[in-house]
């Protein structure tokens, strides 16, 4: 699969929804990973309910596998990680419905280019995703303690950005500062769903953005001249 403007062109299973749905080909329910087709691209490992007592065996047998372009699963730890940094055409990682204290550093996955984070229950930052140097979209779908977006400015290769907290109109926590993303220059879509401490709506980080073509933002920084603003300002800007 290209996977290139994966948002722009709404190719997950949900349009701009991209934590939603399984991905069409989707091998799941596997937990012998020795068992999987030999030509199996997307890997589903879901975190099995407890009652149920499985587990998945047999990690090894993935490494160095060259059809495998994506994984979705809802705990990473650095055994796995390690497996998959042996993965040469791994492009694709969602991570769903976690709730470890902390996440691996996910720098190893020197391939990867779209990174799905949503229902992320516990961990402290996002230091986690520093250095995937040729990350092209990163969404961000309710990290419960998400505040210091510095992280981002590292992932200056990146394309497409969602960042939502996952409440009600930009109710969940408010965020230190929208700065970062100022760094982050090859930006075609972005999405900010999220409030900035101390009710702070300047926008001047976003005029750094010159690439933007799509552009989903709350009212509340479009107001006061700011919407005029952003269109005069970027000029590939078509939505807003």
Known sequence: MNWNN???EQKSPVADYAHLGVLEGAVRGIFDLSTIPTDTTILEMSTPLKKFKLSYTNLSSLNG???????SLGEIDNERLTVFSTLPNLKYLQLSINKQNEIPNLSSLKN??????SGIKKVENINFIKGLANLKTLYIQEINNMYDLEPLSSLTNLEELFLDHGKMSGTGQAVKSMQPISKLTNLKYLAFILNIEKKNYDITPLLFLKKLQKLHILPRYLENGNREKLLNELPLLTEL
């Open 6 to 8: 994966y948002l722009l």
């Open 112 to 117: 990867l280019e779209v990174l799905i984070l």
């Open 65 to 71: 596998n060259k059809s495998i372009e994506a994984i």
